[in-house]
């Protein structure tokens, strides 16, 4: 599993995360949501060992701060709010990049399958800056997804840390990409995710941490945290938590499916 315990970041004078435990299991979606400017990629990136912080975390037993880049490279893939390249490299060269940093090296295959899952089949020669930015986003998508293709190896659980993975989408590909973690982690692997749209993080996670200013509020089942209190209090402003009619005149990415292609 991944345990962070008494999880603390500073930027210069500034506290960012204040003593955060966080707790995610193989198996599971684990949501983390919040505010603008509440520590959550801030508490995604100590957790995958990308800025320095007190306190410690341990993924499957391993101390991410004791282990080797190609260790934790075994056993997770990390998706950023966006990755910028200034060289016009393909679709397929991007996604290959997780090959490169993964044990799957020898499965080129694997190129192909991912580009199918994120719906970019017949996208490999093309080149990356010329895709929109929805496109960009499930291109990385498809590069983080070979690095840990099977989310269970040799009985150990491989994991997807996701931050904000449907923000350039539209409702269709947000439901494609959630479907996507909630398949891998439905195969033994554990995926966490910082998610802003709430209903999406009902929809598919089964573990929310809500996060504001520095603090985790709660974790727990959507239904235990996503509620009027908690998130009023969460996002300093008055929430009402409710169900859509079955029939209407609006839509809602909650009340929606995707479609078979």
């Known amino acids: 599993m991944l345990n962070a315990q008494n999880i603390t970041v500073r930027y210069g004078k500034h506290d960012i995360l204040h003593n955060i435990d966080f707790h995610a299991q193989p198996g599971a979606v684990t949501a983390i949501v919040g505010p603008n400017g509440s520590g959550k990629t801030t508490l995604l990136k100590a957790i995958t060992g990308e800025v320095a912080h007190g306190g410690t975390v341990t993924l499957n037993n391993m101390d991410i701060d004791a282990a080797k880049a190609w260790e934790l490279a075994a056993i997770r893939a990390v998706l950023p709010q966006a990755t910028p390249l200034a ?94 973690a909630r398949d891998f982690a439905d195969a033994g692997g554990g995926v966490v995710a910082v998610m802003h749209d709430l209903n999406l993080t009902a929809m598919f996670a089964d573990t929310v941490a809500l996060i504001s200013d520095g603090r985790v509020l709660a974790q727990d089942a959507p239904a235990e945290v996503l509620t009027n209190e908690l998130l009023s209090e969460a996002y300093h402003c008055g929430v009402r938590v409710n169900t859509a009619p079955p029939s209407g005149t609006y839509l809602l990415p909650h009340v929606a499916t995707q479609l078979a292609s």
């Open 87 to 180: 060289f016009p490299f393909t679709v397929s060269e991007v996604v290959q990049l997780g090959l490169s940093n993964g044990i799957s090296a020898a499965r080129v295959r694997l190129i192909v399958a991912a580009l199918e899952r994120v719906g970019l089949s017949g996208y490999g020669a093309r080149y990356y800056q010329e895709l929109s930015g929805g496109e960009q986003q499930r291109v990385q998508l498809a590069r983080v997804l070979t690095q840990v293709w099977d989310p269970v190896v040799d009985g150990t659980a491989r994991w997807l840390f996701l931050d904000e993975p449907v923000s350039a989408l539209d409702i269709g590909h947000q439901l494609q990409v959630m479907q996507i």
